[in-house]
């Protein structure tokens, strides 16, 4: 059983592009919680979804950041004309329901923005 | 935003050494989570504490949930040289936020003694 998978595991873009990275979860987990990283920093949420629904985007950006998490495939976190400011790691975890046990992370995906 | 005090920021270790950190915050939470995470890697999951005053142990590493449920620490004993690293407390905070809302503290980083 593959944990949580992330991709890609490096991304570039040029300010101005958008950035799309794709997080598929644990097998049997439908919960599935986007967070970023800045350098010597810990991990801030950015948003929770369940299959189809957003729960909680409390830590999203208001402008230029979206996440969904369709019925079939991978929850993608799109990120619009990016900025250098946008650089960080980004990791995604998943859960089996509504309790913090088993909340597992990917390896998670590198944005640099040059 | 809600922070969570994490310290020491960094130690170094000898091998054989016990390793002592810890995290606090203001703010009260029902569950404390410690993580390790690796160069390029995402956080993975040591312990989680679900009761005010609950001590758990893994192989060598014990943690606690502090009464006042505002703090928690964790304990490496007997150091190993695979134990560098940066550890991470989370918590869920009692009041206010989903679920999925992890707060994270910014890490306590272990290297080897030169």
């Known amino acids: 059983n593959a944990g949580v998978m992330q991709n890609p595991r490096h991304l570039v873009r040029r300010r101005g592009q958008e950035a799309r990275l794709r997080c598929s979860p644990m097998k049997g987990h439908s919960h599935v919680y986007w967070y970023r990283q800045l350098p010597e920093e810990g991990l801030k949420f950015m948003v929770y979804?369940?299959?189809?629904?957003?729960?909680?985007e409390s830590g999203m950006p208001k402008e230029r950041f979206s996440a969904e998490f369709p019925k079939e495939g991978p929850s993608i976190l799109r990120i619009q004309q990016v900025v250098r400011g946008d650089s960080a790691a980004y990791f995604c975890?998943?859960?089996?329901?509504?309790?913090?046990?088993?909340?597992?992370f990917g390896s998670g995906t590198r944005l640099t923005v040059v | 935003g809600q922070q969570l005090n994490q310290s020491p920021q960094s130690m170094f270790i000898q091998e054989g050494e016990d390793v002592s950190m810890n995290c606090t915050s203001s703010?009260?939470?029902?569950?404390w989570l410690w993580y390790k995470q690796d160069p390029g890697e995402g956080p993975v999951l040591l312990i989680a504490?679900?009761?005010?005053?609950e001590l758990t142990s893994n192989g060598r590493l014990t943690a606690q949930f502090g009464i006042t449920r505002k703090d928690s620490f964790l304990n490496i004993s007997a150091s190993i040289p695979s134990d560098v690293g940066i550890y991470f407390c989370a918590g869920q905070l009692a009041d206010g936020g989903s679920q999925g809302n992890l707060i994270f503290g910014k890490g306590t980083k272990l290297s080897v003694k030169p």
């Open positions: 979804l369940q299959k189809e629904n957003i729960i909680d």
């Open positions: 504490l679900y009761k005010a005053g």
């Open positions: 975890a998943s859960s089996a329901g509504l309790s913090l046990y088993g909340y597992t």
């Open positions: 703010s009260i939470f029902n569950t």
